[in-house]
């Protein structure tokens, strides 16, 4: 017997959302990639570890580079938005390798989700306080409104972003069948 064929047996004879071992189906929790397919995994594919620690290392280093520039230009409100992103994107894209290796782990999934959903959030509110200083800066007599006005807005845009995608995600993780989601 070839190679193709076996490996064709092999996943031929594997539980997946088409059939298979009704036990594993019904709690894709006991599944392992030996004994079941990627269909009933949280991802359709194995995310990459090289590839999710690379993200994990930038991140990494960018931490300690914002605090010690946000301590050294006292940017407070900067540098707070800057670390939270940068802590939860590093969280999410560890959970990301976690997720390499545990597909059928539903808890890692919506880990995955949130912080990686939420990081970016973060990162641009302290951009938009950013925004403001260079308002009030270089020119504030040509700004339509106050450079404050410019991080109230954007900040209050993007919290009520996340309030619906915390409803959107709630939603759809106590949802029971596909038609829910």
């Known amino acids: 017997m070839s190679n193709a064929t076996a490996l064709s047996l092999e ?13 594993l189906i019904l709690n894709p929790e006991l599944c392992t990639l ?17 590839g999710n620690a690379v993200f994990v290392g930038v991140f990494g ?3 300690p580079l914002h ?23 590093t969280v999410g894209y560890v959970v ?17 989700l949130i912080f990686l959903t939420i990081a970016p959030a973060f990162i641009s509110a302290g951009i938009y306080i950013c ?18 006005t410019y991080t109230i807005c954007f900040c209050t845009s ?7 995608q915390a409803a959107g995600g709630a939603i ?7 038609d829910d989601v």
């Not at 996943?11 to 036990?23: K, L, W």
């Not at 605090?67 to 994107?89: C, N, P």
């Not at 993007?158 to 619906?164: A, G, N, P, R």
């Open 11 to 23: 996943t031929s004879n594997r539980t997946s959302i088409h059939g298979g071992n009704v036990t």
């Open 158 to 164: 993007d919290f009520i972003s996340l309030v619906l």
């Open 61 to 63: 280093i960018l931490l």
């Open 96 to 112: 990301r390798i976690l997720l390499h290796y545990s597909i059928f782990d539903k808890d890692y999934f919506i880990l995955y």
């Open 131 to 148: 925004l403001s200083r260079i308002v009030m800066l270089y020119a504030p007599q040509l700004s339509r409104f106050k450079p404050r």
């Open 67 to 89: 605090i010690f520039l946000g301590i050294k230009y006292k940017t407070w409100g900067f540098m707070a938005g800057l670390i939270l992103g940068t802590v939860l994107e």
């Open 172 to 178: 759809a993780s106590v949802a029971t069948t596909q």
């Open 34 to 50: 030996q004994t079941c397919d990627l269909s009933l995994g949280q991802l359709e594919y194995l995310p990459s570890v090289w």
